[in-house]
């Protein structure tokens, strides 16, 4: 990990305090948040920094090449200064994504914190590997999280990811008790973590523990230390969505593929499509208020105007 150091009495400091490496104001879908305030926009912000190491990571410029410099890049920005950008900007949410927010934590919680006092939602796109009580002290800051559980293999979390299932499964579990609102990524990587029986593991964790947890499954780009392998199969992503599905996820949808269809969300008691979406942009919105569905009067999982 690149974003902190040590002084003298062993004491760790953030490097990545107010270096503001990325801010970009980007659709929810992009996120992916697929069912916290569909068409809205987050104000997306990041600092330098992972605290995995990935061979496959798709943003590995911006969350591990700093392990190769000298010094953390970024443009100075104290934390008001970011929640006025978002607000000039004209977000809904400020969202600490790109890159792994647990490295920027002192920074991103203070962020958060006056973001909530402006009357912005708040949400996290994470690998969710984090202790539990800086989790904790987060959570009555956050609205909404996309955690990406990159398999279900102790071996693959350990040896090539260098952190822990357990306690990503342990995060997800408690963002879900706390009541923020939980969307899961798991990028389908060839002969890592594309197998049925992985995907048919990751995809009844979901399930037992909420049926109404959407669960994107993204393809594979080659990058970094993985940049000679092939991309993953179409098909592979059309097994998982399958497995997903079979498994009693009420949503599931399909990463880095243009489908309207795929990517569009249905309610799933009528089978009604009440959100379509071309690629990032919502195109049609049915669901009344408080995300009813139009036709069968059921209440879809997620948040909503």
Known sequence: MCAVRANVEGKLYSLSWGNLAAA????????PLYHFYPGS??????????????????NSDLSVGCREKTVISGQKREPKQVVEMALDAGASTLCFTYSEPTVFYEYMLEMARIAKERGLKTAI???GYINPKP?????????????????????????????????????????????VWLEVTTLVVPDLNDS?????????????????IPWHVSRFHPAWRMSQGPPTPVQSIETA????????????????????????????HCGERVITRDGFFVTEYKLRPGGICPSCGVRLGGRFE
């Not at 926009?41 to 798709?58: I, K």
């Not at 989790?135 to 996309?146: H, K, M, R, T």
């Not at 995809?203 to 109404?212: G, I, M, N, V, W």
């Open 41 to 58: 926009r987050a104000f997306s912000v990041a600092t330098e920094g992972c605290n995995l190491s990935c061979p496959f990571c798709q």
């Open 125 to 127: 796109v994470s690998n």
């Open 135 to 179: 989790l904790e002290q987060l959570i009555p800051w956050l609205d909404a999280a996309n955690i990406d559980l990159k398999a279900f293999s102790l071996d693959t979390y350990r040896k090539v990811l260098k952190g822990s299932l357990q306690q990503v499964q342990d995060n997800i579990l408690a963002l879900w008790e706390e009541r």
């Open 24 to 31: 970009h104001l980007d659709p929810m879908e992009k996120k």
């Open 241 to 268: 969505l399958h497995i997903g599905r079979q498994a009693g996820l009420r949503y599931v949808y399909p990463g880095n593929l243009r489908t309207s269809e795929e990517d569009s969300t249905q309610c799933p």
């Open 196 to 212: 049925p029986e992985e995907l048919e593991l990751i995809a009844r964790f979901l399930e037992q523990t909420d049926p109404d």
